[in-house]
């Protein structure tokens, strides 16, 4: 039996004033929710989140972090740093990094690596833009993405890994995938999941839908068989509207 998982990406929102208050609004609203929950704001705001979380159920993740652990890597920011705020977590892979930043899928496979050898749990972003979408190669691209994503790791680390399929042409424009069409996405990388590892690890395996899930459209998409949570960008941002997607279930 899965649990739900509902995870915040704050993108480049919030100073260090605003997280801190964001946060302790969200510690007061989501008190008592069982199933997980997490935050990632910016890496500038992590050491005050990680503070002012704790003691409550609000999980703290990173939006990125480098393939590499220490060195000349001018403007990065290491797995060991981030395990040093306290971060248990971090989104690798997001649409945003693959897109204006060009990483690739073996670059996000390096990243997917190193964090879990350090511990971390990790969200991988997987999904199609609009064009793939028209062109009727959806599934087949993120097939690939979860395939080469997930190269070289054995079954043993998946339970630190959730998918978050983000269809890009749904994020931060207000359309939403049907639940259907993202159960549908959601159905066949299970599948692959199955196929590269075991049936129980698919059936295991946590799958988030993002892409502009809003408290009206929260409830429905997690209704669907295999959506095990929510990815969520501009909702995330307001405790009243972050609250409501959280407890989508009460
Ligand atoms: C995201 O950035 O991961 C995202 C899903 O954004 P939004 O909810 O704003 O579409």
């Known amino acids: 039996m899965r649990s739900y998982f509902i995870a915040g990406n704050w993108k480049m929102h919030k100073t260090v004033g605003e997280t801190v208050s964001l946060i302790n609004e969200l510690k007061n609203s989501l008190k008592g929710v ?16 990680v503070k002012a979380a ?40 997001h649409s945003e990094r693959r897109i204006i930043y060009k990483e690739s899928d073996a670059f996000i496979n390096e990243k997917v690596k190193l964090a879990l050898v350090h511990g971390l749990e990790v969200i991988l972003c997987v999904g199609e833009t609009l064009e793939e ?5 959806a599934e087949t691209v993120v097939n690939e993405q979860l395939e080469k994503g997930l190269s070289g790791i054995s079954e043993d680390k998946l ?18 995938a049907t639940p259907e069409d993202a159960d549908e996405i959601h159905a066949s990388a299970r599948k692959k999941i199955a196929a590269l590892y075991s ?14 899930v809003k408290p009206d459209n929260a409830k429905e998409l997690m209704a669907m068989d295999n959506i095990d949570g929510a990815l969520v960008g501009g909702a995330a941002l307001d405790s ?5 997607i959280a407890r989508f279930d009460s």
């Open 34 to 49: 069982s199933h997980k929950v997490l935050v990632a704001p910016p890496f500038t705001a992590l050491d005050a989140a």
């Open 54 to 93: 704790e003691g409550s159920n609000i999980l703290v993740g990173a939006q990125n972090m480098s393939n590499k652990e220490s060195g000349a890597h001018t403007g990065e920011v290491s797995v060991v740093m981030l395990k040093d705020l306290g971060v248990g977590c971090v989104i690798l892979g």
């Open 133 to 137: 979408r028209e062109a009727g190669k």
């Open 159 to 176: 339970p630190r890994i959730t998918i978050a399929y983000e269809p890009v042409w749904a994020i931060g424009t207000g359309k939403t």
């Open 199 to 212: 049936q129980a690890a698919a059936d295991a395996m946590l799958i988030q839908y993002g892409g502009s």
């Open 240 to 244: 009243a509207s972050f609250t409501a």
